[in-house]
C-alpha cells in the first residue's frame, strides 16, 4: 500500500512538474513573438471626417497623424503617405482613431457632381425649353445668371436679375430629348445647376410663380450692372426727361 501510494505521489509531482515547465515555455514563446513583431507606421484619423470631404483637406489639415501598428494590424489600402489620397474624395464616413485607406475615397470623376458641392451648395435641376437653357450654347462648367419674371399682389409684373455667377454642373443635352425630365413638352430639356440652399428658394419661387431665362456671362472679366427691378413703367420712362416722363407717370 505504501509502495502503491509513494508511486502515485511521484506520478503527481512529474504531472505537476510538466505543466508547470508547459506554462513556462508557452508563456516565453508568446513573449518572444510578440517581442520580435515587426511594426509598421500608418496614418490615422485625428477627427471624424465627413463623406466628401477631399484628400487635399485629409492630407493638409491636420486630419490625420502616424501611428506604429503590428504588421497584422494594418487594413487593406491603408496609406503610408497622405499624399496617396491627394487628389481623391472621401467617399464614406471615417471616424476618429481608424486608419486611413484608399478604399474610403475616390476620384472626383468618379464622383461627378457630388465632387463639386461643399458647405451650403446644393444641385438642382432647371427644366426648361431650348431658349429659356441655352441649349446647344451652354456647356459644362459655365456661368450663368438667372432672370425672374414675377407679378405683384396688384397684378403689376417685374423682372430681375434674381441669382448670379451659378455654375453649370451639367448642360442639357442636345439629344435623346424624350428621356429627359419630366414629359411636359414645353420643359423637354434640363440643367443641373450648383446654387446654395438659400438660393434655391429663391429659384424655385420664380420657377413655380412666374417665368425665367438664363443668361450666359463671360468666360473671363464678368461684370455685372447695379441691381435693380424692372416693371412696365421702369422700361418706358428710362431715358425719357421731362413732360413725356410726367405724362407716363400720369398713365400708370
Given at each position: 500500500m505504501t509502495y502503491r501510494i509513494r508511486n502515485i505521489g511521484i506520478a503527481v509531482a512529474l504531472a505537476?512538474?510538466?505543466?508547470?515547465?508547459?506554462?513556462?515555455?508557452?508563456?516565453?514563446?508568446?513573449?518572444?513573438?510578440?517581442?520580435?513583431?515587426?511594426?509598421?507606421?500608418?496614418?490615422?484619423?485625428?477627427?471624424?471626417?465627413?463623406?466628401?470631404?477631399?484628400?487635399?483637406?485629409?492630407?493638409?489639415?491636420?486630419?490625420?497623424?502616424?501611428?506604429?501598428?503590428?504588421?497584422?494590424?494594418?487594413?487593406?489600402?491603408?496609406?503610408?503617405?497622405?499624399?496617396?489620397?491627394?487628389n481623391l474624395v472621401a467617399v464614406e464616413p471615417i471616424y476618429n482613431g481608424e486608419q486611413i485607406s484608399t478604399r474610403r475615397f475616390r476620384t472626383a470623376e468618379e464622383q461627378g457632381i457630388r465632387a463639386q458641392l461643399k458647405g451650403t451648395l446644393r444641385a438642382v435641376a432647371l427644366p426648361g425649353d431650348e431658349h429659356r437653357l441655352l441649349v446647344g450654347t451652354l456647356k459644362d462648367g459655365d456661368r450663368v445668371d438667372f432672370i425672374g419674371y414675377l407679378e405683384f399682389g396688384n397684378g403689376s409684373p417685374a423682372t430681375r436679375v434674381v441669382l448670379r455667377d451659378l455654375l453649370v454642373l451639367e448642360a442639357p443635352e442636345t439629344s435623346s430629348v424624350s428621356s429627359k425630365i419630366g414629359s411636359n413638352p414645353d420643359s423637354p430639356y434640363a440643367a443641373m445647376l450648383a446654387v446654395t440652399d438659400a438660393q434655391a428658394?429663391?429659384?424655385?419661387?420664380?420657377?413655380?410663380?412666374?417665368?425665367?431665362?438664363?443668361?450666359?456671362?463671360?468666360?473671363?472679366?464678368?461684370?455685372?450692372?447695379?441691381?435693380?427691378?424692372?416693371?412696365?413703367?421702369?422700361?418706358?420712362?428710362?431715358?425719357?426727361?421731362?413732360?413725356?416722363?410726367?405724362?407716363?407717370?400720369?398713365g400708370r
Open positions: 505537476i512538474v510538466a505543466a508547470l515547465l508547459t506554462t513556462f515555455y508557452v508563456t516565453n514563446y508568446k513573449k518572444s513573438v510578440q517581442q520580435g513583431e515587426s511594426t509598421v507606421a500608418v496614418y490615422v484619423a485625428s477627427r471624424d471626417i465627413p463623406l466628401g470631404t477631399s484628400g487635399s483637406d485629409v492630407a493638409h489639415r491636420a486630419m490625420l497623424h502616424v501611428e506604429h501598428v503590428p504588421r497584422r494590424s494594418v487594413v487593406p489600402g491603408a496609406i503610408s503617405q497622405p499624399n496617396q489620397v491627394e428658394q429663391k429659384m424655385f419661387l420664380v420657377m413655380e410663380g412666374g417665368k425665367w431665362t438664363l443668361e450666359l456671362r463671360p468666360v473671363t472679366n464678368a461684370a455685372d450692372s447695379p441691381d435693380s427691378i424692372d416693371t412696365p413703367y421702369t422700361v418706358l420712362t428710362d431715358g425719357i426727361r421731362g413732360r413725356k416722363r410726367r405724362v407716363l407717370r400720369g
